[in-house]
């Protein structure tokens, strides 16, 4: 098994402790260069609303339940 950099992972441990719920899950589409963030399982939007930084924020009423990055390679 190779060594991994793990920094970039360790990171991430910040944002982690502010996001709205404990659990986080991630999938990231290459072809359409899409990160999907997800608060909530199911993730079934009541609403959503898309960023001038170009992210859709899903919401199930007044709560976050996702976030939807566009163009996610061309970020940090």
């Known amino acids: 098994m190779a ?3 793990i920094r970039s992972y360790i ?3 910040p944002a982690m402790k502010e ?3 404990s659990a986080v899950w991630l999938s990231y589409d290459r ?3 899409t990160l999907y963030i997800n608060f909530k399982k199911p993730s079934v939007a009541t609403d959503s609303e898309l ?3 170009d992210v859709i924020v899903r919401y199930d009423g007044d709560s976050i339940i996702g976030l ?3 163009h996610a390679s061309q970020r940090g």
């Open 68 to 70: 939807t990055v566009l």
């Open 31 to 33: 072809e359409a260069d």
């Open 51 to 53: 960023t001038n930084e």
């Open 11 to 13: 990171n991430l441990i």
């Open 19 to 21: 996001m709205p719920d």
């Open 3 to 5: 060594i991994t950099d």
